[in-house]
């Protein structure tokens, strides 16, 4: 459905026709999806700057233009989805010759153990070091009831200070009552899902440092003039990275 949202080519009919009828109830979320992309360009940007220079994104999406690894240039990656259709895109189009840099691993992010424990990240990430945790678009496919937030703290507790952790979640704060049930109708027949409102998400950094501006509209974390034009306010993506302490 993101795939179909960012006007790519990937996606199977079920989720286009899914992914059509949230359109047509929220049509922001083409330009949500997008400004998503641009969060993530220019977070990773931001780190990359600070030196960080290794990786883990969890719920990597299918491959699109501006991936981790593109971005910071240099830097070693783990991509990490539990889709198998978007492992085995991502082997395909992503590595081109960075093989040395880049590893792509299908685990699911509700079993943080088993991501971390994984021989490829184990090898290829450096925990004694400083490291970046991306979890873009990922939250709010996994419920409260899953531990959303023991996913978070799992994630968390091995990082070194100096290390961040980069969120970008959906919200329906503000957004009409209707329209939210409407939206939550057709996204819960086709996967897990659980929107959040600024506290709820506000509360997975906990124990970290917020990096300014905090917690905002994604179109407001530093922007860089690259952008859908859409007001924060009715953009429905709340951002934030924090480091830690
Ligand atoms: C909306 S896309 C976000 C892609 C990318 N991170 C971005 O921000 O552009 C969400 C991705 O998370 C993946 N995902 C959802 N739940 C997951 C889980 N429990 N473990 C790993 N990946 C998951 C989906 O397969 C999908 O590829």
């Avoid at 070194?160 to 970008?168: D, E, F």
Wanted: overall charge negative; hydrophobic content about 40%; aromatic content about 8%.
């Amino acid at each position: 459905m993101y795939d179909y949202f960012l006007g790519g080519k990937d996606s199977f009919p079920a989720d286009v026709a899914a992914a059509r009828k949230v359109q047509d109830r929220q049509p922001i979320i083409r330009a949500a999806s997008r400004e998503n992309r641009y969060f993530l360009r220019r977070a990773v940007r931001y780190l990359a700057e600070l030196g960080i220079d290794q990786f883990l994104d969890l719920g990597t999406g299918l491959p699109t233009q501006g991936t981790v690894h593109e971005i910071a240039t240099g830097a070693r990656v783990v991509y990490v989805d539990h889709d198998p259709m978007v492992i085995a895109h991502a082997h395909a189009l992503m590595i081109g010759g960075d093989e040395h840099r880049v590893r792509i691993i299908e685990g699911d992010a509700r079993e943080p153990h088993t991501i971390l424990d994984h021989p490829q990240v184990v090898r290829h990430l450096d925990f004694d070091r400083p490291l970046g945790v991306l979890m873009l678009g990922l939250l709010h496919f996994i419920r409260d009831q899953e531990g959303a937030g023991d996913v978070v703290s799992e994630f968390v507790r091995p990082l070194v200070p100096g290390s961040y952790l980069a969120i970008s979640h959906g919200t329906l704060d503000g957004f009409d009552t209707r329209l939210v049930a409407d939206v939550r109708l057709v996204y819960e027949n086709a996967m897990s899902y659980q929107m959040r409102t600024r506290a709820q998400i506000s509360r997975f950094f906990t124990g970290l440092d917020m990096v300014e501006p905090g917690l905002v509209p994604a179109t407001d974390w530093r922007p860089d003039g690259v952008t859908e034009g859409v007001p924060g306010d009715k953009i429905g993506l709340l951002a934030g990275v924090g480091v830690v302490p």
